[in-house]
């Protein structure tokens, strides 16, 4: 087995810096907003306000086998087994405090929502509002069919607008354009870097697989706009460069290559790693973690503020299944794999809905694709023996697809 | 050579010995609840069958969810590449496989040289697998084996919507109580699985010829639904319930 990555351990630190700053925010006069993942955190930042992610805790609550305990506590508070599990774990942990930080999250002062990722999170912001007695503000981004309209971005730019105007009602103050401008310029480029960080695995053999993508991802869903980021970004790109001018893969001997699609199996990220392992396949990319840099485009370094509503709009989950399709097939030509995998994510709606219309549109790759069917966070929804049965299968076929070629 | 291919399914297990490219001998056994004390069974009874000796055996492969529980085997692959190699020596120009295993049902596309080159499995629940022919078998009370020509029987098949094995079983039980025919009922349960099945194969896309493998193969009631939805023959082998088996046998030769 290739060793871990170095950086790994100072990431560690990183993070539990930042959940016991959060945690002990109340103490320092700092106020914390709980954020939803693809929401616009810069602005918050720029106001020195504390962002707290409930949906990267559902990730650690996952991780730490929690989520279906946590999600059956939820549904005996009556809410529907379909609801996504994100929702009844932060709901459930929110009274439980059963959580891998102590006591929990710390409590927000205002949550912030954006539905640019799906429309679940307007229904459990709304009610966490309630239940915290805080204000909610909601950055309502229209859904991408096929064209970015001007009505769009017009309207998109309103959002903006009377986001700031939020932010300084709350905090009693004007808001503080020119660190904006400078928590922007950090964001554009730890997106830039992360990119970077990501396409390092075009190279044969991945100096790191999805896996790694997984773990390393939570900086820039929880920091992205704060300087540490890129420090760190910088020393974990500079570790996968080093491996691949000497040649080293996260796999060892890697033969296959595979693209991964949806959120990570939080509660089976050794087993399924080492599953694909055996078989000499490496998940060298991943759809989830490319969404944080797939924006870049849109946004103006000069003017952050100005040009993020877009970007913000943009992003994988918010944009048609042709749009969907098209990233995937770029990724299989970008990074040479030879397999799909598809995790029909029975949380998250928005993103295993298009599946099977992606699987007809990329058909023309010509590249076996496998279904598996489970949770991010939800280990009733999983079945080892199943799930083995198809990946199994699904790497003979890739073999034999190889061999006979 | 002599090899060996064992396929332990959830309910049955199948062996096939190999003998210079055809079969020397053929077992199959119920399974029970130890897969491990099946496979040591199966290969006890099929060298007393085929009246042979352990080290005369050069390889052997094993497959079905059992696999890896067969300790005294060689190597141990999965079903989708055994049915697609065993169907290939069966039914040499078959494109399309359909196996409605115990547990998991599956579609797989052969290329001409029969080559595995794509497939699907059913999603996690039990409707559309062998499970839930056999629920809805006891529901009718009858054996599975008369089950398919009972429904060939039918002349106006009674609509039975829901997938949910669960569901559907109580569905039935209405049925009954509203006085509709057992051949009519019963011929709507094979339409029900054949439906799911058709849309498996939507999903891949169908290449034809289609064959069936496993034990599923032998209800009539099945391949004629299939036939129907699919609009297309069904080829069969009468040794398509040891598809898996075979193909593992012969795989063990090339191992
Ligand atoms: S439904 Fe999907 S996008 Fe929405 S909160 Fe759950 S996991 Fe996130």
Redesign the interface.
């Known amino acids: 087995m290739a060793e871990r990555l170095k950086a790994t351990k100072e990431m560690k630190r990183i993070m539990r810096r930042y959940y016991a700053q959060a945690k002990y925010a109340h103490y320092m006069g700092k106020k914390v907003a709980w954020i939803t993942s693809g929401g616009p955190v810069e602005p918050l930042i720029a106001m020195n306000i504390i962002p707290v992610y409930p949906e990267n805790h559902g990730a650690m609550l996952g991780a730490s086998k929690k989520g279906g305990q946590l999600s059956e506590f939820a549904e005996g508070l009556g809410y529907s087994p379909d609801v996504c599990s994100y929702v009844k774990d932060d709901i459930a942990s929110t009274i439980t405090k059963e959580s891998p930080i102590k006591g929990g999250l710390p409590q927000p002062d205002m949550l912030i929502c954006s539905n640019n990722i799906c429309g679940t999170v307007l229904k459990w912001y709304e009610i966490q509002a309630r239940n915290f007695n805080v204000p909610l503000f909601i950055y309502d981004t229209p859904f991408v069919h096929t064209e970015f309209t001007e009505e769009a971005k017009e309207y998109i730019k309103e959002q903006t607008k009377e986001y700031i105007l939020f932010l300084e009602k709350v905090m009693g103050r004007k808001f503080n354009y020119k660190k904006m401008d400078k928590v922007g310029r950090y964001s554009l480029q730890s997106m830039k870097l992360w990119k970077e960080i990501l396409d390092t695995a075009a190279h044969k053999p991945s100096p790191m697989t999805a896996f790694d993508a997984f773990f390393h991802l939570a900086l820039i869903v929880t920091l992205r706009g704060k300087k540490i980021v890129l420090r760190y970004y910088k020393t974990l790109l500079k570790e996968l460069q080093e491996r691949n001018t000497k040649n080293i893969g996260a796999v060892d001997n890697e033969k296959y290559r595979l693209l991964w699609d949806n959120l990570p199996i939080w509660f089976r990220m050794r087993w399924l790693s080492d599953k694909f392992a055996n078989h000499q396949a490496a998940l060298v990319a991943d759809t989830y973690t490319q969404a944080w840099c797939g924006v870049i485009d849109y946004i103006d370094e000069n003017d952050f503020l100005g040009t993020m509503g877009e970007a913000y709009t943009r992003i994988h989950l918010n944009v048609g299944v042709d749009q969907m399709a098209d990233t995937i097939k770029d990724f299989i030509r970008k990074f040479d794999v030879d397999g799909l995998v598809m995790h029909?994510n029975r949380s998250c709606k928005p993103y295993s809905f298009g599946q099977?219309d992606i699987?007809n549109l990329i058909?023309d790759m010509d590249i076996?694709?496998l279904?598996i069917?489970a949770d991010m966070t939800d280990d009733r929804?999983f079945?080892e023996?199943?799930v083995e049965?198809?990946i199994?299968?699904?790497m003979?076929?890739i073999k034999?697809?190889k061999r006979?070629k | 050579m002599i090899t060996l291919g064992i396929d332990i399914g959830s309910l049955t297990a199948k062996g096939v010995l190999l003998k210079d490219n055809s079969i020397l001998e053929k077992h199959l056994i119920q399974v029970g609840y130890n897969s491990k004390k099946a496979g040591d069974k199966l290969l006890a009874e099929l060298l007393e069958k085929a009246s042979i000796d352990r080290t005369e055996i050069a390889r052997i492969v094993a497959t079905g969810?059992g696999r890896n529980s067969i300790d005294f085997a060689d190597k141990a692959?999965?079903?989708?590449?055994c049915h697609g190699k065993g169907i290939h020596f069966l039914l040499p120009d078959t494109r399309t496989i359909i196996d409605i295993g115990g547990?998991?049902s599956?579609v797989i596309i052969l290329n001409a040289?029969g080559?595995?080159?794509?497939?699907?499995?059913n999603?996690?629940c039990a409707a559309g697998t062998g499970r839930f022919l056999d629920v809805m078998a006891r529901a009718m009370e009858t054996e599975i084996q008369y089950f398919g020509e009972l429904s060939l029987q039918s002349k106006n098949p009674a609509e039975i919507s829901s997938v949910c094995t669960v569901f559907a079983e109580s569905e039935i039980v209405s049925l009954v109580a509203k006085g509709e025919n057992r051949e009519d009922i019963t011929s709507g349960i094979h339409l029900s699985i054949g439906r799911r099945i058709y849309s498996m194969v939507r999903?891949v896309?169908m290449v034809e010829p289609v064959a069936m493998s496993g034990g599923v193969a032998l209800n009539i009631g099945v391949i004629d639904a299939l036939e129907k939805l699919l609009k297309t023959e069904i080829k069969t082998s009468p040794l398509a319930q040891y598809g898996g088996a075979l193909g593992a046998a012969l795989l063990a030769v090339n191992e």
Request: hydrophobic share 35%.
């Open positions: 029909s099977y699987q058909k076996p694709v279904m069917e929804k079945s023996s199943q049965a198809r199994d299968a699904f003979e076929v034999e697809k006979t | 969810y692959v999965s079903e989708i590449i547990q998991d599956k040289k080559t595995v080159v794509n497939f699907v499995m999603d996690k999903r896309g």
